[in-house]
């Protein structure tokens, strides 16, 4: 009677366990993580500002005088300002180069120095402006121990390159044209080619 009494005890006692153990069993769902959307966004530099900086290049001068012509190292500095329309911009620039190129084998004649005011017109085209430039000259010569000088016009064409939205880098082609240079009766041509770097602030 006491073995009966103890199975139907032990029976009774694990029952639930073995009801827990062979049922149905819950999931708990694992929420999920959506991966971040990284959008990519371009950013198209505003030219908008001042700038200033410095020019290094080359520079051909020819006359109308048989002989009275050469070339040599032409540099300075510029600054100015442009203002960003959208896909036009425009702006105006001053600049300054030295220069000590011989115009005869004598080393009598050599031209000194060019200003320039000019006016500038191109297209946005990201990170490089590429432009048209024109304006007003003055030039300084040496001949035969004589100071001389008068102002003309040019025209060319550069463009600038945004490495980052403070420092550009480009170059730049000028034409240039003084007609009777200090009432000599030479008319003077010049080329320049120069390489650019400029800080904006």
């Not at 012509?69 to 896909?87: A, L």
């Not at 005011?117 to 085209?125: I, V």
């Not at 490089?128 to 000088?149: C, E, I, K, N, R």
Request: hydrophobic share 45%; net charge negative; charged share 15%.
């Amino acid at each position: 009677m006491k073995h009966i009494s103890a199975m139907a005890l032990g029976t009774a006692l694990l029952a639930p366990m073995a009801a827990q153990a062979g049922g149905p069993t819950t999931v708990v769902a694992e929420p999920v993580v959506a991966a971040p959307v990284v959008e990519v966004v371009t950013v198209t530099p505003d030219w908008t500002g001042w700038y200033g900086g410095a020019a290094l290049g080359y520079a051909d001068v020819s006359s109308s005088v048989d002989g009275l012509d050469g070339s040599g190292v032409i540099g300075g500095f510029f600054g100015g300002y442009r203002q960003d329309f959208g896909q036009f911009v425009g702006g105006v620039e001053l600049d300054y180069d030295w220069t000590n190129t011989d115009l005869n084998d004598a080393g009598s004649a050599t031209l000194d120095s060019v200003y320039r005011l000019k006016l500038q017109a191109g297209g946005d085209l990201g990170q490089t402006f590429l432009y048209g430039t024109a304006g007003w000259a003055w030039a300084d010569a040496t001949v035969a121990g004589q100071g001389l000088s008068d102002n003309g016009w040019f025209a060319g064409v550069g463009a600038d390159y945004a490495i980052n939205d403070r420092w550009l880098v480009g170059g730049e082609v000028l034409w240039h044209q003084f007609d009777d240079f200090d009432n000599t009766g030479i008319d003077i041509d010049a080329t320049t080619f120069k390489v650019r770097a400029a800080y904006r602030f």
